[in-house]
């Protein structure tokens, strides 16, 4: 089955770039993506990529994807203190026998992003 | 305001008695899962419904039991909760997911605080 890691703390300085990485195991998800989870708060999608796509862009955020190398990144330019999170990446496993494969996501175990002023 | 709610936020309860977490979203999604996130493991799905009176095993159902009678509500049931059932709890839901390789956004509730001493 699908399994998707990342590394567990990130430490970087206001303004600098923050790049979070992901490898995942099973290249046949058709959508990648990074969930951002703020201290005491659910998990809120922050960006996806399709598969057939390398770099998606969303002002500060940066999506790479290699699928050669099932690998995943994201950067977030001129880092903030607000930016302070836990960020996972998620793929999608089938799952279910209702009449075909359903999706399910299944997440890394997250990376704490810790930005110092 | 579309949203996912859960009920309790914070709960400290005893070994072996028995609780329910209450979820109820209000945007009509049909999906609904329940996770747990434990420091260094992530998130681990528990059970998730792909609609009304269809349920079925996560990764971790070990403990649990839910149920789904109202398309909006998907509570979760420890009949004899153990001290490893201390985790913070999250419930999501998604519009539909119709097949493998649809996109995939899911809600999350804010989270649900268990300890069992």
């Known amino acids: 089955g699908e399994d998707v890691e990342q590394s567990l703390f990130l430490s970087v300085r206001e303004g600098d770039s923050s790049v979070i990485n992901c490898t995942y195991t099973?290249?046949?998800?058709?959508?990648l993506y990074w969930y951002k989870q703020e201290p005491g708060a659910g998990l809120q999608l922050l960006t996806y990529?399709?598969?057939?796509?390398d770099m998606k862009q969303d002002q500060r955020l940066t999506v790479l994807l290699n699928k050669k190398d099932k690998h995943l990144s994201l950067r977030i330019a001129d880092t903030q203190t607000g930016d302070s999170a836990i960020y996972f990446c998620a793929g999608s496993i089938p799952r279910g026998n209702y009449g075909g494969s359903q999706g399910n996501l299944i997440f890394g175990k997250g990376t704490k992003l810790s930005v110092k002023p | 305001e579309a949203q996912v709610t859960q009920n309790p936020r914070y709960l400290i309860t005893v070994t072996g008695k028995k609780l329910t977490v209450t979820c109820s979203q209000n945007?009509?999604?049909?999906?609904m899962s329940w996770y747990r996130q434990d420091p260094g493991l992530g998130l681990r799905q528990i059970y998730y419904?792909?609609?009304?009176?269809?349920?079925d095993k996560g990764d971790v159902p070990e403990g649990y039991k839910v149920s789904r009678k109202e398309k909006r509500n998907f509570p979760l049931i420890l009949e004899s909760p153990s001290p490893n059932q201390t985790s913070l709890y999250f419930c999501?839901?998604?519009?539909?997911?119709?097949?493998?390789?649809?996109?995939?956004?899911?809600?999350f509730g804010p989270g649900t605080r268990l300890t069992v001493l």
């Open positions: 099973d290249s046949s998800s058709t959508y």
């Open positions: 990529i399709f598969s057939n796509m």
């Open positions: 419904s792909m609609n009304v009176e269809v349920t």
């Open positions: 999501a839901s998604s519009p539909r997911i119709t097949d493998f390789g649809s996109y995939n956004e899911q809600f």
């Open positions: 945007m009509n999604h049909e999906y």
